[in-house]
T-cell receptor, first 111, second 113 residues
């Protein structure tokens, strides 16, 4: 079982739609979680950190469920500029310094 | 304030050759990590350097080695290149605590023919 798994998509949604991405992780000792965004042939960039209490940044909401080892990202009112690959990321376990990435979910927002 | 800079941006090598990739961390950062991203995959952790020492290593063979210099810049060396080493190599820098925000460079695209 991969350490971080996410649906690769692609997700093709119309502008204005709400889209949700899900991710699961296998290491229950994993400490920190993030969503990164990666544009085609560019480097990953931090979108937001993920907390058990849930956190929101404008149109983006992230949620962590430690009991289910599940992470989600919700994008409301999708914009064309949201088209990218979204990477679910976690630290591997207690005391780990490495980020473990999922394969990414590709989103295309269509006019 | 310069971000993470990497060089070269693109290069082509032949199987069996050796390559060195370079990274300068963001100003104020002292920790450098290297990741390999194959097409269609998420980045895979190669190793991390802190205080000029390899602090943690991922599941990569010994052909992959690195170094960190006193000014915190870093090099990634890959020996005996294989076709499967073709990928985007990303350098990421941060300050000390792994919980601090990590910034990625634009990467070095390596093609092995």
């Amino acid at each position: 079982r991969k350490e971080v798994e996410q649906d690769p998509g692609p997700f093709n949604v119309p502008e204005g739609a709400t889209v949700a991405f899900n991710c699961t992780y296998s290491n229950s000792a994993s400490q920190s979680f993030f969503w990164y965004r990666q544009d085609c042939r560019k480097e990953p960039k931090l979108l937001m950190s993920v907390y058990s209490s849930g956190n929101e940044d404008g149109r983006f909401t992230a949620q962590l469920n430690r009991a289910s080892q599940y992470i989600s990202l919700l994008i409301r009112d999708s914009k064309l500029s949201d088209s990218a690959t979204y990477l679910c990321v976690g630290t591997l376990g207690a005391g780990s310094y490495q980020l473990t990435f999922g394969k990414g979910t590709k989103l295309s927002v269509i006019p | 304030d310069a971000g993470v800079t990497q060089s070269p941006t693109h290069l082509i090598k032949t199987r069996g050759q050796q390559v060195t990739l370079r990274c300068s961390p963001k100003s104020g950062h002292d920790t450098v990590s290297w990741y390999q991203q194959a097409l269609g995959q998420g980045p895979q952790f190669i190793f991390q350097y802190y205080e000029e020492e390899e602090r943690q290593r991922g599941n990569f063979p010994d052909r992959f080695s690195g170094h960190q210099f006193p000014n915190y810049s870093s090099e990634l060396n890959v020996n005996a290149l294989l076709l499967g080493d073709s990928a985007l190599y990303l350098c990421a820098s941060s300050y000390r605590d792994p919980g601090n925000t990590i910034y990625f460079g634009e990467g070095s695209w390596l093609t092995v023919v």
